[in-house]
């Protein structure tokens, strides 16, 4: 059936002037096999035959397992990708727990208080490492 289905999606694809009687010759296939497949498929058959043989078929719980194998892959990797953003915002919280810690630090220390905006580079640069920011 998976042959079946891939050698139509090629005879769909040829479009070109004698691609699909090219297409023939390379598989062997003869032009009226072709067309009942065409006809079956768009009928709907090869759904129903796939269905039916999946069905009574013994491994018909391992396609299931598949199914639900795949769907979980899909939920994993959603998982995966939210456990990364709350890992960022975990780690850009630490950080300004760090500043606002150092601020309120500093806030309570007695001193004189100068803008940021006013000190010089020295000055601003010496209120860095007391933070033990820089």
Known sequence: MAFRLEFLRLWDARVDFGGKTQLLREYGLPHCTVRRWVVARDAGEFERSMLTASQRSRNSVNNQDRAELARLRQENAALQAKVKQAEAAQEILGKAF????????????????????????EEYSSWLKR????
């Open 98 to 121: 760090e500043i606002l810690d150092g601020i309120a630090k500093t806030s309570t220390e007695t001193g004189p208080a100068i803008p940021l905006s006013a000190m010089s580079a």
């Open 131 to 134: 933070l033990n920011l820089f």
